[in-house]
Nanobody
């Protein structure tokens, strides 16, 4: 089992920045893909970004088109933590953001472990 705990959400004005953190514990592995998803009220959970192990210390990052250039995903394996740096935030980025661990990719079904979520609210 892997436990994931997100933090760093909050209220920010449009154009501002937030950094989300996700601390992993339990049976963690550097080979797990670590992803971020979000879910706005009345909408389905959607993919935001993921970082997938390739080999050695090399990881690939993948982003949803609507965040490319604004958000950056990173991971610190020594701390078992993955981050999502969010810049140039827009009101439409308002959602609960979830951290996930699993096989990678953009599909919710590819992830086996989920955090409880952290609320991000972007005001006009």
């Amino acid at each position: 089992q892997v436990q994931l705990v997100e933090s760093g959400g909050g209220l920010v004005q449009a154009g501002g920045s937030l950094r989300l953190s996700c601390a992993a514990s339990g049976r963690t592995s550097r080979s797990y893909a670590m992803g971020w998803f979000r879910q706005a009220p009345g909408k389905e959970r959607e993919f935001v970004a993921t970082t997938t192990w390739h080999s050695g210390d090399t990881y690939y990052a993948e982003y949803a088109p609507f965040v490319t250039g604004r958000f950056t995903i990173s991971r610190d394996n020594a701390k078992n933590t993955v981050y999502l740096q969010m810049n140039s935030l827009k009101p439409e980025d308002t959602a609960v953001y979830y951290c996930a661990a699993g096989r990678g990719g953009s599909a919710v079904a590819q992830y086996d472990y989920w955090g409880q979520g952290t609320q991000v609210t972007v005001s006009e």
